[in-house]
């Protein structure tokens, strides 16, 4: 299932003993952490080893089980590394999600943190690990305005939008774009987040499937999550619209694909019916489409 885009807000964790501390890990495991931080700052970690598990934690950890800013910097970098050279999504997102179990066990909110947040997002996107992805954009949501001028705001943004039309959140999406400021708005990549929202809910799918076939920098890693889904939406309406037939080449242009043949391969798996052997042209009203 995919986590909730609604923040629950931060948890304040005092230190008033191990007892509280062990309580409040407790609670912060149940959910997955990202919801809360130790405002003392209690806890600096000394473990030097740059590949640690993520940890399910049910008291407050030592010092030695968590890795100081420092380690992480060389940790991160490690990480990189064996994803550029392995591509082993479980062992990478194990250590990525370790080592942002350390900054929040430690309270680190700082640029670097939002260096983790940012590279976790856009390797769990090249998986479409929809639910690893959400929890760093929610993450970096609190981050970004903490850490003016840090990572990339802007981009992140467009992919909040996209998201949004992932999960068909219409109104978070609209209340998002409503907070645009003005510079914001002027932004290429915040453009074109807007611009799929707006054909996606006037179901403009000739200029949503036109638009994902130019998506800038990772929005097509989002895109890919809906596009099939939304392609099938689109041959609903076109079957429905085109009675008694409707040609392939124009599915194949409304519907963004590259040329006929991938067109059909995707045409035989959702069993339309030809109007003749040669499978130039669909009979709309003997093909039936399952959304």
């Excluded at 609670?27 to 598990?53: Q, R, V, W």
Aim: hydrophobic share 35%.
């Amino acid at each position: 299932a995919v986590v909730s885009t609604q923040s629950t807000g931060k948890k304040e964790i005092f230190s008033g003993g191990s007892d509280t501390i062990s309580t409040m890990m407790q609670s912060a495991n149940k959910t997955g952490g990202e919801d809360y931080h130790f405002s003392d700052g209690h806890l600096i970690g000394t473990m030097t080893s740059l590949e640690k598990p993520y940890l399910r934690l049910n008291c407050a950890p030592s010092a030695d089980q968590v890795r100081p800013e420092h380690i992480l910097v060389k940790s991160l970098t490690h990480v990189v590394t064996r994803w550029k050279k392995d591509q082993n999504y479980t062992f990478v997102c194990e250590q990525l999600k370790s080592i942002r179990q350390d900054l929040i066990i430690q309270d680190i909110k700082n640029a670097f943190a939002v260096k983790v947040y940012e590279c976790h997002a856009r390797i769990a996107l090249e998986r479409l690990d929809t639910t690893e992805y959400n929890q760093c954009q929610t993450r970096l949501m609190d981050l970004y305005p903490q850490n003016p001028g840090q990572g990339n705001p802007e981009e992140f943004t467009t992919y909040r939008i996209l998201y949004y039309v992932y999960i068909k959140n219409t109104s978070d999406a609209m209340k998002a774009i409503a907070r645009l400021t003005a510079a914001e708005k002027d932004n290429e990549d915040i453009r074109f987040g807007v611009a799929v929202f707006n054909a996606w809910s006037s179901r403009n799918y000739y200029r949503f499937f036109r638009l994902y076939l130019d998506a800038p920098k990772m929005s097509g890693y989002l895109m890919d999550t809906f596009v099939q889904r939304e392609r099938n939406n689109a041959m609903q309406c076109l079957v429905k619209a085109y009675k008694p037939a409707i040609s392939v080449a124009k599915v194949t242009a409304t519907l963004g694909y590259p040329d006929t043949e991938t067109a059909m391969v995707y045409l035989d798996e959702l069993n339309v019916v030809f109007t003749n052997p040669s499978k130039t042209a669909i009979d709309c009203k003997k093909t039936t489409i399952e959304t």
